[in-house]
């Protein structure tokens, strides 16, 4: 128990898409990641998932719209929902979700699918 810096954990890592535990809620993690580039079209069947932009833009993808989210700006992809997120340029965010959710849901394993790992 006890603060937790985000910016000195935030410089710990430089691998983008590869989301680290900070800490845990009961039966949830809080994750950071760095983004870049295109991720996945992905949907996670059984849990919502919250994401928070710390530092940059963040293009969150609908299959019928696009939310850009600035730092400060959050938004909750409900369970079900297809999204893909996008970042043109290095986006640093919060994530909160469910303990052992694989980051690239239902789509294939890839490249994109993390190990995560606490920091």
């Known amino acids: ?3 937790i810096n985000l910016a000195e954990k935030f410089n710990l890592f430089s691998d983008h898409w590869s989301p ?3 800490e845990t809620i009961d039966d949830y993690e ?3 990641v760095k983004v870049e580039g295109d991720f996945v079209w992905h949907k996670h069947d059984d849990a919502d998932e919250m994401f928070l932009v710390i530092k940059g833009r963040l293009n969150m993808d609908f299959r019928d719209r696009r939310e850009v989210l600035e730092a400060g700006e959050m938004i909750v992809v ?9 970042a ?7 994530l909160l979700e ?3 959710m694989i980051n690239t849901g239902d789509a294939p394993r890839s490249d994109l699918t993390a ?5």
Do not use: A, F, S, Y
């Open 1 to 3: 128990m006890g603060k």
């Open 30 to 32: 809080v994750k950071i």
């Open 88 to 94: 043109d340029q290095e986006c640093e965010m919060l």
């Open 115 to 119: 190990t995560v790992e606490r920091i």
């Open 20 to 22: 680290k535990i900070v």
């Open 78 to 86: 409900p369970k079900g929902v297809e999204h893909k997120p996008h």
């Open 98 to 100: 469910r303990g052992n």
